[in-house]
C-alpha cells in the first residue's frame, strides 16, 4: 500500500518536476559519490549509536528493540529506499517547485534548493516520531535529540541528493542504519 499510496506519486512528482527544474539526476557514476556518500553514512550513524548507550531500554516505542540482525538489514534496504524516494525525489522537489513557483525571481532559484531541504529534512524527522511517541510516557529529551539529528541527517542526506544524485542520499542513508542497527547486534 505504501508504494502506492505514497512511493509511486512521489516518484512520479519528483521526476517530473525535478527535470523542470533540472535537480533531480541519475548518476552512472558510482565512483563520484561512493566515499561522500559512505562518509556521510558513518557520520549519521554516530549519534544513533551513543543513543542505544543512553536510551534505556523500551523508549523506542512497542516492536523496536528487538529484532534480528536479518531483520534489521531488510530494515535498513526498506527505510533508504522508500524515505529517500518518498522525502528527497518527491516532497523535497515538491516543496522547491512551491517555493520558486511563488518567489517567481531567478535570484531565488538556489535559496529555494535550501529552502526545500530544509522544509523535507523537518518532515523527515516528524515521520521518525511515531515509535517513540506511542510509548505511554515519552521521554522527552530523546524526541528532541530524534528531531534534531534526523532534522540535520535529512538535511544531509538531501544535499547529497542535489549535491550527486539520489543513489547517493540511499546508499548514505543505507550506510548509516546499517551501522546504526545491524553491526551492533552483529557484535
Not at 115 to 133: K, R
Request: glycine content about 8%; proline content about 6%.
Amino acid at each position: 500500500m505504501e508504494a502506492v499510496f505514497l512511493l509511486a506519486p512521489a516518484s512520479i512528482l519528483g521526476l517530473w518536476l525535478g527535470k523542470k527544474m533540472d535537480i533531480t539526476r541519475i548518476s552512472e557514476r558510482i565512483h563520484a559519490y561512493i566515499i561522500p556518500s559512505i562518509t556521510v553514512g558513518l557520520a549519521l550513524a554516530i549519534p544513533g549509536l551513543v543513543g542505544r548507550f543512553i536510551t534505556p531500554e523500551g523508549d523506542f516505542g512497542p516492536g523496536m528493540n528487538n529484532p534480528t540482525p536479518l531483520e534489521w538489514l531488510l530494515r535498513s534496504l526498506s527505510a533508504s529506499l522508500t524515505e529517500e524516494i518518498f522525502f528527497r525525489l518527491g516532497l523535497m522537489t515538491l516543496f522547491v517547485w512551491i517555493t520558486r513557483s511563488i518567489m517567481k525571481k531567478s535570484a531565488f532559484d538556489k535559496p529555494s534548493l535550501w529552502i526545500g531541504n530544509l522544509l523535507a529534512a523537518l518532515v523527515f524527522a516528524g515521520a521518525h516520531l511515531p515509535p517513540v511517541l506511542s510509548v505511554n510516557v515519552p521521554n522527552w529529551n530523546l524526541v528532541i535529540l530524534i528531531v534534531i539529528f534526523n532534522s540535520l541527517g535529512g538535511f544531509v542526506l538531501g544535499w547529497l541528493y542535489l549535491r550527486y544524485c539520489l543513489l547517493a542520499a540511499i546508499f548514505a542513508h543505507f550506510v548509516a542504519d546499517f551501522v546504526q542497527h545491524v553491526i551492533p547486534r552483529l557484535v
